[in-house]
């Protein structure tokens, strides 16, 4: 491993692969901040300039850069516009927003950073760790496991609704799996619910549903409610993290990135659900006063699926460099990149 | 593991240099990025408008996709004055697809439902889910029932 280990970081250090890295890193940042652009759109795009490489060690790590550059800046627009642009950001949004319009939307933006580098690093330890052997754990999972996990997701539901609002967040929930059957059945490729509209063969959209939920509504509210929209007075641009605040985001760093990396693993569930479960969790595990604070700008609502996305990114690499497997659609491309330069991964 | 060690390794080393770039190249832009909220809202109102919409058309890249947009948008406005969580129906969404197509591809595989005893590890989850569904209101319950054994004693 230790050999391994040197190869690895002489291949990296080459200045065209930092320089690789550094590119990859801003361009998914900047692109991943404005909502509707998630990793894969960005992935997408920059397909063609990797493959132009020609190494494709250099490929893969301008397009891993941009992957997790762009979870990176995915956070950005949930926080400040409650605008999330990937599912896996959507929960940095419930406690991230409302520190936001507290006026403590830098001191949430360093969280946010913080967290998804401490998250990213100890995923990165996890995989060079673990890798060999989580990939035959993966091919475990079938359909049946899968269906209990997304029904695990769904019962967390209950943790993010305030008190007294568990009964209005199932009748959301019930309207949310009410939508999602809109579209091709899973069984037999008819139309349901389609009401005749081509457009909608292929169900909704979800940026479009996520902008819908939270990002028009926000500016609506403004709109009609001016009287709420109070200007923020605190100094936004506030970046400390009180020693206090450190002490309790540690743990759930530790917890998270452990937990959202082993759920990344596994193919298909990745970042979303281990935003979602990292939040729900650490939900549970809070005191009561904590509890309380959970979506309306608790740091810790935010530590929690900041850390567990970006782990879950990492682990979404174990499928792809051990097996050759894509673990999501983004690693999908990934895969595609590397194919294209006739480079295999896995066993083959 | 591997055909290729060097690009597994070159992958994972570039992930730390990667994140320790991100570190350092976007804490001291924080402070600028954060200034995005001191503009007034009557200017940032139609940026936000424009960027979901722009959004939701690159996202699915037709324009059926507007009007379901405002439409569920005008909708989700509704719920919120009426003090609806809207979150939950956004997880429901993304979960309920996956959700679906898992169950009906089971179904298929095991001709019924019986997946869920003969596979241990579906087992164990659903059973963390009923946990998850049932700790808050025994949780609950047991706050209550010690208020009430704490007003007995008074």
Known sequence: MLEGLLIGLQTAMSFQNLAMVIAGCLIGTFIGMLPGLGPMSIIAIMIPIAISMGDPSAALILLAGVYYGAIFGGSTSSILLNAPGVAGTVASS???????????????????????????????????????????????????????????????????????????????????????????????????????????????????????????????????????????????????ITRVEARSIAPIIGRQSVQGFFIGVLPGAGATIASFLGYAVERNLATKEEQAEFGKGSITGLAAPETANNAACTGSFVPLLTLGIPGSGTTALLLGALVAQTSRLGHG | MIDEPQIFWAVIMSMFIGNLVLLILNLPLIPYIAKVLSIPRNYLIPFILFFTLMGAYIGQNNATELLILVGFGVCATALKFADYPLAPLLIGFILGGMLENNFARSMQLYDGVSFIWERPMTLGLLVIAAILILLPSYRARRARARAEGVADGD
């Open chain 1, 94 to 240: 419930f406690d991230g927003y409302p520190m936001a319009q507290q006026g403590r939307a830098g001191k949430a933006l360093t969280i946010a950073a913080v967290c998804s580098f401490a998250g990213g690093t100890i995923g990165a330890i996890l995989l060079m760790i673990f890798a060999p052997m989580l990939s035959s754990v993966a091919l475990l999972f079938h359909s049946a496991e899968y269906f209990a996990l997304m029904v695990v997701g769904l019962s967390a539901i209950a943790a993010f609704a305030g008190t007294g609002q568990v009964a209005k967040a199932m009748i959301m929930t019930v309207f949310g799996l009410i939508l999602a059957t809109v579209g091709e059945g899973a069984l037999f490729s008819l139309p349901r619910f389609t009401g005749g509209v081509m457009d909608l063969q292929s169900g909704f959209g979800f940026i479009t549903l996520a902008m819908a939920m939270f990002a028009l509504p926000e500016a609506l509210f403004l709109v009609l409610k001016p009287k709420d929209a109070g200007s923020v007075e605190a100094d936004i641009t506030d970046l400390r």
